[in-house]
């Protein structure tokens, strides 16, 4: 599969390294040739100086030999004409990444249809969406739907007072025979572990359950855990991001205070929130945060435009007896350091769009795909192929490439948590989950037979 990608910002070169690393033909556009000559020298990929935009680039980028072109750059009207433009060539799948929300309204006139284009993404609401995810499972540091909803994969933090530290997997397995759930992975000290029956559940572990999202509540209780709805939430950043969850909280009936610094969008925010109380101080001062109550906040959710400025304000609220944060981080290099800081969920805006895009990039019998933020690990939702070696053949006895584990099964519109003998058929969509140095085997493991 040949890529083409249009910006080398943050997330251009995410997609840039991760395509890359799987073999992928990547060709990357972009003004800054500078930018361009040291990711030419990091990664094996062909870049091109000069404007996404351009009839004349694209051409001397090959759009015309491109199956996936996408267009990241800062500027929508970029993204979108270079997207347009593309349309005049055999691309298979063209992707756009826009932050007005005038391109994202359902029934507008400028919609991907009209505009000939099969993705427009907007990574602030998708960031919206997992952040209202990870409020209503407060105790959850990771969320991911799957199979239409049906099926979790949730991960956890093992404190010190669980229960089931020093555990194996076959002991907690004997603790709870009537219950349905997979670990599909152990998170120790950055390092991903799938585990097998002899796995120890150690404290500071942080786990990743597969479960049925009905039996969310009785997972948690059986873990010592505990989701709920926070009573109080602060957000710190009036952006897109901050806005829209505001809104979203203001429906739970959550009560809400909203800090910006900027007194003019101070005013858009007062006129356009319901409930929520809008603040005008910098997110960094504490006595002003203080005197409002910061730590009595059961949530803080810190999304300024500054990683400075949600990390400090995640850890002052931290310090001073907030229940918990989630914190937006463009910076990518800092996510390992923010949990032993003591920040509970880091969010990256470009894993989030990413997350969003490789569902393009895989074959067909890949319904979707998800990564989890500072992990080698990825999720996959895939089909069945028809093929002899998965007809009624039990998961103990599939040849799997190693560091894939079957989580879940959706057969005719049910799921369940599978075991060992459970029998797959062709047909069957599969929530997997694997480490990312097996992607390509994973997916040709499940490709379709020539």
Same mark, same amino acid.
């Given at each position: ?23 992928? @033909? ?26 996404? $935009? ?71 609401? $998708?960031?919206?969406? =997992? ?13 991911? @739907?799957?199979?239409?909803?049906? /099926? ?103 009560? =809400? ?124 939702? =895939? ?9 009624? /053949? ?15 099964? /959706? ?40």
């Amino acid at each position: 599969m040949r890529i083409m990608i249009v910006g080398a910002g943050l997330v251009g070169q995410y997609l840039c390294q991760k395509f890359s690393s799987e073999g992928r @033909e990547v060709v990357l556009i972009d003004r800054d040739k500078n930018k361009l000559q040291r990711m030419e020298k990091e990664l094996n990929i062909m870049t091109v100086v000069g404007s996404g $935009a351009s009839a004349r680039i694209l051409a001397e980028a090959g759009i015309s030999k491109t199956d996936l072109f996408i267009a990241v750059t800062d500027s929508d009207e970029v993204n979108l004409v270079a997207c347009i433009m593309s349309r005049q060539y055999d691309v298979k799948t063209r992707i756009a990444r826009v932050k007005h929300e005038d391109f994202l309204t359902p029934g507008l006139s400028l919609n991907e249809e009209a505009l000939g284009i099969d993705l427009i993404i907007s990574p602030d609401w $998708a960031m919206v969406e =997992v952040i209202m995810q990870l409020t209503h499972a407060s105790e959850a540091l990771y969320t991911a @739907e799957f199979a239409n909803g049906e /099926v979790l994969l949730i991960g956890y933090q093992i404190h010190e007072n669980n229960p089931f530290i020093g555990m194996s997997l076959f002991e907690l397995g004997q603790h709870h025979t009537t219950h349905q759930y997979v670990i599909t992975a152990i998170i120790r000290e950055g390092r991903t572990i799938i585990p097998h029956g002899a796995s120890t559940i150690q404290a500071g572990d942080r786990i990743y359950l597969m479960i049925l999202k009905k039996d969310m509540a009785r997972m948690e209780q059986l873990f010592n855990l505990a989701s709920h709805l926070p009573r109080k939430v602060f957000i710190i950043g009036g952006s897109n991001i901050g806005y829209m969850v505001a809104r979203q909280l203001e429906e739970l009936d959550i009560d =809400v205070k909203l800090v910006e610094e900027d007194p003019q969008r101070c005013d858009f925010l007062s006129e356009n929130l319901g409930r929520s109380i809008v603040l005008n101080f910098d997110g960094l001062d504490a006595h002003d945060l203080l005197d409002e109550g910061i730590e009595y906040a059961d949530l803080v959710i810190a999304v300024t435009g500054s990683d400075t400025t949600n990390i400090l304000s995640s850890l002052l609220a931290k310090h001073h007896g907030a229940k918990r944060c989630i914190t937006k981080i463009t910076r990518h290099d800092f996510v390992p350091m923010l949990g032993k800081l003591g920040i509970d969920v880091a969010l990256s805006p470009r894993q989030v769009a990413a997350d969003m895009i490789l569902r393009y990039v895989r074959r067909g019998s890949i319904i979707s795909v998800a990564t989890i933020l500072d992990t080698d690990a990825e999720v996959m939702e =895939v089909i069945v192929p028809e093929h002899e070696s998965f007809n009624q /053949v039990p998961i103990k006895d599939l040849a799997c490439p190693p560091g894939l584990l079957i989580g879940a099964i /959706v057969r005719e519109g049910q799921a369940f948590i599978p075991t060992g003998g459970t029998v797959i058929k062709p047909g069957d969509s599969l929530v997997t989950f694997f480490t990312r140095d097996a992607a390509r085997d994973v997916e040709k493991f499940f490709s379709p037979a020539d």
